[in-house]
Structures are given as structure tokens and as C-alpha cells.
């Protein structure tokens, strides 16, 4: 790790003072838990390091912990969040990573698809409608992992121990297997790499009704990955107060927004997928 890759790292504590008092009182990750640094040393650490190490002191997660990062906490966002020319950049990363992932990954792709025919009734895919961009509704897919296909008003969100997953699928959610289709909804222009989880259009309603500024996060495509996934809200939202702090990490993504977020995002994703929490 270079001197400045552990100075950013080193620095990151100060510069998160400002906002650490509202993170504390909500729950949200302190400075260290969002970045990483409690988890033991490996590779996956060693490349968020070296990401740190290219970012521009205004960009990527430290930006994250600067003063005004408080008020993206606080679910009030004082600018409009990515211009076109940072929608262009982040869809041509889209575009780039997931037609790279659909072509190495097609023969694991094609055996999942072969083992949920095999092993339970009902269709391969799982189709659900979605909030998307400018709320505008999309069809999300996923590879099935239940007995049920719900859609529509009579949406119900997976629990732990939930009897509907089936024993293939109980696999396939813990090790994130089943989100691998969202690559296609990437390629179609529904969903992106990273940003805010879509959820079930029924959810949206009631999510908006119950949580300020909820609309604001369809600024932005929905995410395969997200902010708050890598910070361990992912899953059920079984309080308020988890989906309060949920929506808030998400409305923080949209108002910090960079290139190297992303990529430092998916960098933890990775390590996520490894050390899965909250899949069931």
C-alpha cells in the first residue's frame, strides 16, 4: 500500500467527525466499518487500496465522510444528483462489465438455468415488475429460487427460514447465484452495475408513503449492487428503522456519486458474495 493509499485510509476517521454523530444515532457504518478497515487484510483489501490510492481527493468513499455528507444522511439533497456526461460514463461501465460477465460466465449460467428445471416445477426465471428509472415500472429477472411467483398487490419479502425457498434456491440466494440474470436487465437498460435495489412495485408504494424522499432514488437506474448492500443492509427490512437507514445510504450514493465509488463498490461486492449476510 502506498503512503498516500495509507493516509487516505488513516484520514478517512477525521474526516468522518462531522457526520459520525448522525451515523452513531441511526446505526449507519462508522467510517471504519464502511471501508473496511476492521475486516482482516487480503486481496480484496489490498485492491480497495490500491483504488484509494488513484482517487482524487474529492472522489470515492472518503468523499463520502465529508461535512456534507450529513445532509445526504439526513435524507436532503442540495444538488441534482449525475449530470449527463456522468449518466454517459456510468452507462458505458454498465454496458462494458456486464456483456464481459455474461460472456465468462455463460457455462455457469447455463447449469444453473439446467439444475432449477431439474429440481423443482415451474419456469427457470423469476419475473417480477419493478420501480426503475424515473419510477417508470421494468421487468426484473432473477433465476427462480421459490415455489411461488408473486407479483402484482400480494408481495411478500423473503425471510429467514421462509418454507417458499426451495433447496436449490436457498443455495443460489446465499451465494447471490440467483441475481446473475439482472446481467441481461444491465444490458437492456433497465438496471445498472450499481445503485439503489429495485423493489416490487407494491413495496414502492408503500415505501414512499413511509420513508421522506423515497422517490429520489429513481435518479439513478436501479442497482444489481448497491451502497447499502456493501454495508450490510441487505435482505428483509423487517423495521422502520432499517428501511430508514437503508433508503438514507441510498440517497448518500446518489449525492456522491463517482466512477471510482462504483468500481470501489464492486470491489466490495466481491468480497460480500464471499462472507455473504442477510442472503436467505
Not at 6 to 11: D, N, R, Y
Not at 102 to 107: E, G, N, R, Y
Not at 118 to 130: A, I, K, M
Request: aromatic share 8%; charged share 20%; with cysteine.
Amino acid at each position: 500500500m502506498s503512503a498516500q493509499a495509507a493516509a487516505t485510509s488513516q484520514g478517512i476517521a477525521s474526516l468522518a467527525q462531522p457526520w459520525l454523530l448522525g451515523a452513531e444515532q441511526m446505526g449507519l457504518p462508522t467510517a471504519g466499518e464502511a471501508i473496511g478497515l476492521d475486516r482482516p487484510v487480503g486481496t480484496m483489501v489490498a485492491l480497495e487500496a490500491a483504488i484509494l490510492d488513484a482517487l482524487p481527493a474529492s472522489a470515492g468513499p472518503a468523499a463520502l465522510f465529508d461535512a456534507g455528507a450529513g445532509e445526504a444522511c439526513g435524507l436532503t439533497l442540495p444538488r441534482s444528483p449525475l449530470d449527463e456526461t456522468d449518466l454517459a460514463l456510468k452507462r458505458g461501465f454498465d454496458l462494458v462489465v456486464a456483456a464481459l460477465l455474461v460472456f465468462l460466465l455463460a457455462p455457469l449460467l447455463v447449469a444453473v438455468a439446467l439444475l432449477i428445471r431439474f429440481t423443482s416445477e415451474g419456469p427457470v426465471l423469476f419475473r417480477q415488475t419493478r420501480g426503475g428509472l424515473h419510477g417508470r415500472p421494468f421487468e426484473i429477472y432473477k433465476f427462480r429460487t421459490m415455489t411461488v411467483q408473486e407479483n402484482g398487490t400480494a408481495v411478500v419479502q423473503a425471510r429467514r427460514g421462509d418454507p417458499r425457498v426451495t433447496p436449490l434456491g436457498r443455495f443460489l440466494r446465499s451465494s447471490s447465484l440467483d441475481e446473475l440474470p439482472q446481467l441481461f436487465n444491465v444490458l437492456k437498460g433497465d438496471m445498472s452495475m450499481i445503485g439503489p435495489r429495485p423493489h416490487a412495485v407494491d413495496q414502492e408504494r408503500d415505501f414512499a408513503l413511509r420513508v421522506a424522499d423515497y422517490a429520489l432514488r429513481h435518479h439513478v437506474r436501479p442497482g444489481i449492487t448497491g451502497w447499502a448492500q456493501v454495508c450490510g443492509y441487505r435482505g428483509e427490512t423487517r423495521t422502520e428503522d432499517a428501511l430508514a437507514r437503508r433508503i438514507a445510504l441510498d440517497l448518500q450514493y446518489i449525492e456522491r456519486w463517482s466512477f471510482w465509488l462504483d468500481l470501489w463498490i464492486m470491489v466490495r461486492t466481491c468480497r460480500a458474495v464471499l462472507a455473504p449476510q442477510n442472503a436467505y
